[in-house]
């Protein structure tokens, strides 16, 4: 089984956007039993609360429900726990290695480093624009499937 970990800051938005994506792929794939998915935050913020309701309409959208998700933050034990740990942005990705202390088995990567468009995944809560948002979660999930399978 491989287990993979979206983190972003609040787990409200961008990081259960892409679990839920990301398992609805694997479920459409056939190899939703070869893969265990998960999301959290790398702050305190948000721990408990739902996913935001824009980021739950954008996943209904495409018929996707993420029902009876919350936020929780990632801890040391995340890191020996899963095979692949994926930021949003850069900002998450200082943030998990302030949590983790390293990355020695080069676990962690940001989402669109594995696509053809490195860099950052759009940001809705400060741009309200939950396409892009989809767009960038989609599209690395997908080339993430496509690597691991």
Not at 80 to 85: E, S
Not at 95 to 103: E, K, Q, T
Not at 125 to 142: I, K, P, S, V
């Amino acid at each position: 089984m491989y287990k993979i970990l979206f983190v972003c800051h609040g787990n409200i938005c961008r990081s259960p956007m892409a679990e839920f994506v990301m398992k609805d792929l694997v479920a459409k794939a056939g190899c939703a039993d070869r893969f265990e998915i998960a999301s959290a935050a790398t702050s305190t913020e948000e721990i408990g609360n739902s996913v935001y309701p824009p980021a739950r309409q954008k996943l209904a959208q495409h018929g996707i429900s993420c029902k009876g998700k919350t936020a929780r933050q990632i801890t040391r034990h995340d890191y020996d726990y899963y095979d692949m740990i994926v930021g949003m942005d850069t900002y998450n990705m200082r943030n998990m290695m302030r949590i983790f202390g390293a990355d020695p088995e080069n676990k962690v990567s940001l989402l669109l480093d594995h696509t053809d468009r490195p860099g950052d995944v759009a940001d809705p809560w400060y741009t309200g624009n939950f396409d892009a948002t989809w767009r960038d979660c989609l599209e690395g999930c997908q080339a993430i499937l496509r690597e691991l399978t």
